[in-house]
């Protein structure tokens, strides 16, 4: 099969965080959410294995409660940065109770050291299908955003989803469809700034 590189690299490079500019009113099909995490699912898998879950939520009695929890996380944040928050997150935070959907990302098991190469190995399989299942939203004109803030309040979190002992959350999606928002390339270092060669601090382009 051929592979459209231009079409692929175009929702690589424009899989933007999405806080406002969102549809609030208009549900997402289940079975939409479902193809994405299909996709989510072909991911890479690393020494963790196969050890996603998802939770989808569309009933607005847990989408409140998160909502609470996550408006409270990131006023402590930018209250403990000695910061104002920013107007986007203000326009999610304030109406995140009213997304159509929220995808939690989670892993069954827990990892096996506090080692670097423990905890990368042990999300090397969970964050990539993170990350597929953000650019197979952002491909069907999804907004989401990935927010790791609730990994704070994990107990708060198992509770208000009924997540067993033995798993974490790592991210969650909230999602909704676009509205009135253009996804457009960000401005970022080019490659030749950021990539050494054979080592470190050496660039040859």
């Given at each position: 099969?051929?592979?459209?590189?231009?079409?692929?690299?175009?929702?690589?490079?424009?899989?933007?965080?999405?806080?406002?500019?969102?549809?609030?009113?208009?549900?997402?099909d289940r079975q939409v959410?479902?193809?994405?995490?299909?996709?989510?699912?072909?991911?890479?898998?690393?020494?963790?294995?196969?050890?996603?879950?998802?939770?989808?939520?569309?009933?607005?009695?847990?989408?409140?409660?998160?909502?609470?929890?996550?408006?409270?996380?990131?006023?402590?944040?930018?209250?403990?940065?000695?910061?104002?928050?920013?107007?986007?997150?203000?326009?999610?935070?304030?109406?995140?109770?009213?997304?159509?959907?929220?995808?939690?990302?989670?892993?069954?098991?827990?990892?096996?050291?506090?080692?670097?190469?423990?905890?990368?190995?042990?999300?090397?399989?969970?964050?990539?299908?993170?990350?597929?299942?953000?650019?197979?939203?952002?491909?069907?004109?999804?907004?989401?955003?990935?927010?790791?803030?609730?990994?704070?309040?994990?107990?708060?979190?198992?509770?208000?989803?009924?997540?067993?002992?033995?798993?974490?959350?790592?991210?969650?999606?909230?999602?909704?469809?676009?509205?009135?928002?253009?996804?457009?390339?960000?401005?970022?270092?080019?490659?030749?700034?950021?990539?050494?060669?054979?080592?470190?601090?050496?660039?040859?382009?």
């Amino acid at each position: 099969m051929q592979i459209d590189v231009d079409q692929v690299d175009e929702v690589l490079s424009t899989a933007r965080s999405v806080r406002k500019n969102l549809d609030f009113d208009r549900p997402v099909d289940r079975q939409v959410l479902l193809d994405c995490i299909d996709v989510a699912v072909q991911a890479p898998v690393g020494l963790g294995g196969e050890n996603w879950r998802f939770v989808v939520v569309d009933d607005p009695a847990p989408k409140q409660e998160i909502a609470v929890l996550y408006r409270e996380i990131l006023e402590r944040i930018f209250k403990e940065r000695g910061m104002d928050m920013k107007p986007t997150h203000k326009a999610l935070t304030g109406r995140l109770h009213e997304i159509p959907a929220m995808i939690f990302v989670c892993v069954d098991g827990l990892p096996p050291d506090e080692a670097p190469a423990g905890q990368i190995g042990f999300y090397g399989s969970i964050l990539p299908a993170a990350w597929s299942l953000m650019l197979a939203l952002r491909a069907r004109n999804l907004g989401t955003t990935w927010t790791s803030l609730l990994s704070a309040r994990q107990d708060d979190v198992a509770k208000i989803l009924g997540m067993p002992d033995g798993t974490l959350l790592t991210v969650m999606f909230p999602v909704a469809h676009l509205k009135g928002a253009t996804l457009r390339r960000a401005k970022r270092d080019p490659a030749a700034q950021v990539t050494f060669w054979n080592r470190w601090g050496e660039n040859s382009v």
